[in-house]
């Protein structure tokens, strides 16, 4: 694996965490609810729909990097229940060294890749699974598939829901066969986005929120609408209608799963 960089951000007690010259992260030690990439804002927004502030959550983030959203739910929810699979060892070590995780965060990093690490914790009746998981550039094909969004059913409680950033391009072939793996399994598929990526004007995250609460698309729109440069959410016959015909991937299934270079 690269070696990892971490670099001086814009502001002070910021960092920026770089993989293989791809921007992986950004912590900020100072204010760790500051959610710096526009992707990991709107998983922010997934992670305040779901529990109210101060309300400890069962989370499994699928991909560490920098540890942005572990400090996210342990400064805005403590007492939760954390568990990051990361295999890169080398890159959680010196996250742990040059921006150490706060005391008693209650973070666990496993080193383990994602699909093994999941199989690992069924029923571990998690409120959220958080999958930012990039192998050069691109979603491991073993998280993507119908037996992988399965296997997540297992880890999650019955009332959780999945997250899953999944960076693509015009015409969003990765997209919609997730969104076609997904829509059987669960009741709710809710799409987030900027509006330029979803125009198809340029590759971007293209965010899948999954599970059973379908007032969490509602919830995420009013979130939405709420920034200076609002992104959009799709639910109920517009996912299907921008993001239909898709097909599901399976484990054995050729080749790798399309897609774009994640940007955070």
């Known amino acids: 694996m690269p070696d990892p960089e971490i670099v001086e951000g814009d502001r002070a007690g910021s960092w920026?965490?770089?993989?293989?010259?791809?921007?992986q992260s950004v912590v900020d030690l100072l204010d760790p609810t500051r959610l710096a990439f526009d992707y990991v804002r709107r998983t922010?927004?997934?992670?305040?729909?779901?529990?109210?502030?101060?309300?400890p959550l069962r989370v499994v983030h699928v991909g560490g990097a920098g540890l942005t959203l572990p400090r996210y739910v342990a400064t805005t929810r403590p007492r939760s229940w954390q568990v990051v699979l990361?295999?890169?060892?080398?890159?959680?070590?010196?996250?742990?060294?040059e921006?150490?995780?706060?005391?008693?965060?209650?973070?666990?990093?496993?080193?383990?890749?994602?699909?093994?690490?999941?199989?690992?914790?069924?029923?571990?009746?998690?409120d959220l699974v958080l999958v930012d998981a990039y192998d050069a550039g691109e979603v491991p094909a073993d998280l993507v598939t119908?037996?992988?969004?399965?296997?997540?059913?297992?880890?999650?409680?019955?009332?959780?829901?999945?997250?899953?950033?999944?960076?693509?391009?015009?015409?969003?072939?990765?997209?919609?066969?997730?969104?076609?793996?997904?829509?059987?399994?669960?009741?709710?598929?809710v799409l987030g986005a900027e509006p330029a990526t979803l125009k198809g004007r340029r590759g971007g995250n293209v965010l899948l929120v999954a599970g059973p609460d379908g007032s969490l698309g509602d919830?995420?729109?009013?979130?939405?609408?709420?920034?200076?440069?609002?992104?959009r959410v799709l639910v109920g016959r517009e996912v299907s209608d921008a993001f239909g015909g898709g097909a599901p991937r399976h484990d054995a299934d050729p080749g790798p799963p399309g897609g774009v270079d994640s940007a955070g």
């Open 16 to 23: 920026l965490v770089r993989l293989d010259g791809r921007d």
């Open 146 to 189: 119908a037996e992988a969004l399965a296997v997540v059913l297992e880890v999650l409680a019955p009332t959780g829901t999945l997250v899953a950033n999944l960076s693509d391009t015009a015409p969003f072939t990765l997209v919609r066969d997730v969104v076609a793996a997904a829509s059987p399994l669960v009741e709710h598929v």
């Open 99 to 126: 921006l150490p995780l706060p005391r008693r965060s209650g973070v666990r990093v496993r080193p383990v890749a994602g699909r093994p690490g999941l199989e690992a914790l069924r029923g571990a009746g998690a």
């Open 219 to 231: 919830a995420l729109r009013r979130r939405a609408a709420s920034y200076a440069a609002p992104y």
């Open 44 to 55: 922010g927004d997934v992670i305040d729909a779901a529990a109210a502030p101060g309300d």
């Open 86 to 97: 990361e295999p890169d060892e080398a890159l959680t070590a010196r996250v742990r060294e």
